[in-house]
Nanobody, 117 residues
Framework: QVQLVESGGGLVQPGGSLALSCAAS????????MGWYRQAPGKQRELVARITSGGTTNYADSVKGRFTISIHNGENTVYLQMNSLTPEDTAVYYC???????????WGQGTQVTVSS
């Protein structure tokens, strides 16, 4: 069974940076795409950034120019570098992977990112 193992996250001051990573362990399928979503209290889960195995990216408008997503296909790992963080970025961040020819979706457990002084 594929598991998405997330790391990173935590508490950071406004204007600071954090990096998240997510590895698809026990994966024997090809990666179609991996990405990050987030959910703040009382809000719906939203896409933050997504990248295909070919390197095509898309970002939420709110993070463009501040966040960078990258993928290491050989290690089944996706990274999210988050800069210039604001309190509005506070949320639980979830890793997502679309694997295999059927693009079956998997989700990580979520990691908390809190931006506060």
């Amino acid at each position: 069974q594929v598991q998405l193992v997330e790391s990173g996250g935590g508490l950071v001051q406004p204007g600071g940076s954090l990096a998240l990573s997510c590895a698809a362990s026990r994966n024997r399928f090809s990666i179609y795409a991996m990405g990050w979503y987030r959910q703040a209290p009382g809000k719906q889960r939203e896409l933050v950034a997504r990248i295909t195995s070919g390197g095509t990216t898309n970002y939420a408008d709110s993070v463009k120019g501040r966040f960078t997503i990258s993928i290491h296909n050989g290690e089944n790992t996706v990274y999210l570098q988050m800069n210039s963080l604001t309190p509005e970025d506070t949320a639980v961040y979830y890793c997502n992977a679309e694997l295999g020819p059927m693009r079956v979706e998997y989700w990580g457990q979520g990691t908390q990112v809190t931006v506060s002084s």
